[in-house]
């Protein structure tokens, strides 16, 4: 993974606008984070496979090296994930954006694809 470029997340956003597309968010400050930590509240958000068809897409952010990508769906919701520090394009062109805490471990994902998920 690379770390984000926000000219080229952008321009990747872009391209998936105004399609259908599954998406995958997952947010933890547990499993992958600090599960260990008696001191830390865990939590946390799993969504895969979810189809749904964004009309914008804007990255945000970046000063403290973690930046915020909001979707705003065609039906006037909108899909807002913050703390994503690295992106990739896969194997099978799905584009993937990772947030990773101080230690590397995983806190935030956001994957976007024309395609389901591997399930």
Same mark, same amino acid.
């Given at each position: ?13 872009? =391209?998936? =606008?105004? =399609? ?5 968010? @997952?947010?933890t400050s547990g ?5 260990? +930590?008696?001191?830390?509240? +865990? ?5 895969? +496979?979810?189809?749904? @068809?964004?009309? =914008? ?17 065609v039906n006037g ?13 896969? @194997? ?22 024309? +395609?389901?998920?591997?399930?």
């Amino acid at each position: 993974m690379e770390t984000i470029d926000r000219g080229k997340v952008q321009e990747m956003l872009n =391209q998936y =606008q105004n =399609q259908p597309v599954y998406i995958h968010v @997952e947010i933890t400050s547990g499993v992958y984070a600090d599960h260990l +930590n008696e001191d830390v509240f +865990n939590a946390g958000t799993f969504l895969r +496979n979810i189809q749904v @068809e964004y009309i =914008q897409g804007a990255i945000r952010g970046g000063k403290d090296g973690a930046y915020r990508v909001g979707l705003k769906l065609v039906n006037g919701g909108w899909i807002y994930v913050l703390g994503l520090t690295h992106y990739a394009i896969n @194997e099978n062109d799905e584009f993937i954006m990772h947030g990773f805490d101080h230690d590397g471990k995983l806190a935030s994902a956001l994957e976007i694809s024309s +395609n389901e998920f591997f399930k």
